[in-house]
């Protein structure tokens, strides 16, 4: 059984800025890469960031720049730092990451049940 935890959501006036966090936990043997997504209301789900076990990361267009991605390996966490926020960045964020179960040794993508973050103008 493994679980993400999603933490940090809220309101904050455009301009500021929010930290996310999500932490794993469960019968992990390992991790790869991990990433956060994002749902406004009436639309799909979109990507917004993502690190691989080795830190090398990647953004979405409409957030490089604004938003930084990192992890700490040793407490199976991830964590988004959401700069210069905008309106449109209002949505619940998700986190997702991809595990090699301990159990099996087979990986698996799993999700956060995410948060809300909402930025008003």
């Known amino acids: 059984q493994v679980q993400l935890v999603e933490s940090g959501g809220g309101l904050v006036q455009a301009g500021g800025s929010l930290r996310l966090s999500c932490a794993a936990s469960?019968?992990?043997?390992?991790?790869?890469?991990m990433g956060w997504y994002r749902q406004a209301p009436g639309k799909q789900r979109e990507y917004v960031a993502r690190?691989?076990?080795?830190?090398?990361?990647n953004y979405a267009d409409s957030v490089k720049g604004r938003f930084t991605i990192s992890r700490d390996n040793a407490k199976n966490t991830v964590h988004l730092q959401m700069n210069s926020l905008k309106p449109e960045d209002t949505a619940v964020y998700y986190c997702?990451?991809?595990?090699?179960?301990?159990?099996?040794?087979?990986?698996?993508?799993?999700w956060g049940q995410g948060t809300q973050v909402t930025v008003s103008s």
């Open positions: 469960g019968s992990i043997f390992s991790i790869n890469a």
């Open positions: 997702n990451a991809r595990i090699v179960v301990s159990t099996t040794l087979r990986s698996y993508d799993y």
């Open positions: 690190i691989t076990s080795g830190g090398s990361t």
